[in-house]
């Protein structure tokens, strides 16, 4: 990557709609050259894919909270496919812990992430135990590649 790739992310975590022609205007390169890049980047895995940032509150998704998931040795690849697949799931993180595994989730609200954790979580085959934290508020950061 170099610095033109970089500047490019950084255009695009800002706003991943802009389209080509204006990606290329903003980093004075040419279209020719805006479209070889990016697909250099998303062909490369650099760009996984393109999405939108949502207000969890505002989407009703009032409840956050942190799960800390302790697993059977070598389940990872199982587990964290399954925690996957789970509504309100927005990222699992494999860690160097006192506990294994960390789940971000944005539920509605408190009940529902009881059910999803006291009924589909610890019922998945190597979960050994999980703990729970509510978020009471969440600010994210600009990011690598903010300007």
């Known amino acids: 990557m170099d610095d033109a790739?970089?500047?490019?992310l950084r255009e695009l975590v800002t706003d991943a709609r802009l389209s080509v022609r204006t990606l290329a205007e903003r980093l004075h390169i040419s279209r020719a050259n805006a479209y070889a890049r990016l697909d250099r980047l998303q062909s490369s895995g650099v760009i996984t894919g393109f999405t939108?940032?949502?207000?969890p509150e505002r989407a009703?998704?009032?409840?956050?909270?942190?799960?800390s998931v302790n697993i059977e040795q070598n389940t990872w690849r199982t587990v964290s496919a399954e925690l996957a697949e789970l509504p309100y799931v927005e990222s699992i993180a494999?860690?160097?812990?006192?506990?294994?595994?960390?789940v971000l989730v944005h539920a509605p609200d408190n009940a529902t992430l009881r059910s999803l954790v006291l009924e589909r979580?610890?019922?998945?085959?190597?979960?050994?135990a999980t703990r729970t934290w509510l978020a009471f508020e969440e600010i994210r950061g600009k990011g690598p590649f903010a300007q």
């Open 5 to 8: 790739d970089r500047r490019m």
């Open 121 to 128: 979580v610890q019922a998945i085959p190597g979960v050994l």
């Open 94 to 102: 494999l860690l160097a812990s006192e506990f294994d595994v960390l």
């Open 52 to 55: 939108a940032r949502f207000a």
């Open 60 to 67: 009703g998704l009032a409840t956050t909270a942190y799960v």
